[in-house]
């Protein structure tokens, strides 16, 4: 049955698989129009059948975030169909693991286009059709914004980064009425999570099994995170509930996160 979300527009870059694909989804149930952008056609047709199972069929945009012409061409595709929005949700991004020293200049570049300047190059293209909504931003960025470790040195940057840039979009939300918030997400059962233990696992020497137990027994957490985990809260914060809740960055990672901010 449609909710709060009904006859929304609902933009969710990364819609194509985990995490980002767990909100368009959840987005779909309650109501909203939803857009999926991603690179890859063929996920997003399957994750469009998924959407579609559940609420309205979605937008499916083919489009490479790492470039300023591909984020264009996201914003067209929603200009031209609806001239609309009501929510972003930047959630698009892959960053490579490893070891600092063998991580070369070009995967620094790229963790840095797709997941941060993506998300700003969107929230500029979108902010007038967000100020004339009075809607929300929400950014995915990742526990290693306030937990960084040695072998996942690029993706602790970029996502403390994005959520940096959160906080000072948030207060030009403050004049304009558009929501901005942070989900961090800690070690999530995602196609994502599994390649990045690809990752660890050559850079450390450790099995993929031993990380998958180390994921959670290091911080004593009784599970990993799943992407309803995530959805759920992205849900709540891009409705009229969460309207005085505004630059926010939140951990959703089992208490994994020992600091205190």
């Not at 609902?10 to 694909?21: E, F, K």
């Not at 559940?54 to 489009?63: D, E, F, I």
């Amino acid at each position: 049955m449609p909710g709060e979300l009904s006859n929304k527009v609902a933009v969710v870059t990364g819609g194509s698989r985990g995490i980002g694909r767990a909100i368009a989804l959840e987005f779909a149930r309650d109501g909203a129009q939803t857009v999926i952008v991603s690179s890859s056609a063929d996920n997003l047709a399957a994750a469009s059948k998924t959407i579609a199972a559940a609420g309205a069929a979605p937008l499916a945009v083919a489009a490479d975030l790492r470039t300023l012409d591909g984020c264009q061409k996201a914003f067209d595709a929603v200009r031209d169909r609806f001239n609309r929005c009501d929510i972003l949700v930047c959630s698009a991004g892959a960053t490579r693991a490893g070891n600092f020293t063998d991580l070369p200049d070009d995967a620094w570049m790229d963790g840095y286009a797709l997941k941060f300047f993506s998300c700003v190059r969107l929230c500029r293209l979108f902010w007038p059709m967000l100020k004339a909504a009075q809607g929300f931003v929400l950014n995915i960025g990742g526990g290693a914004a306030r937990s960084p470790g040695a072998d996942f040195s690029i993706g602790a940057s970029v996502n403390a980064a994005m959520g940096n840039f959160s906080k000072a979009l948030s207060q030009l939300g403050k004049r304009d009425g558009v929501n901005v918030n942070v989900i961090h997400p800690g070690a999530t059962e995602t196609e994502r999570f599994f390649e990045l233990i690809e990752q660890r696992s050559k850079a450390s020497g450790k099995s993929v099994e031993k990380l998958k137990e180390e994921a959670t027994a290091k911080d004593g957490l009784r599970r990993l995170g799943k992407p309803e985990d995530i959805s759920a809260l992205a849900l709540f914060l891009c409705s009229e509930h969460a309207r005085h809740i505004q630059g926010t960055a939140i951990a959703v990672d089992g208490g994994s996160t020992v600091g205190y901010y």
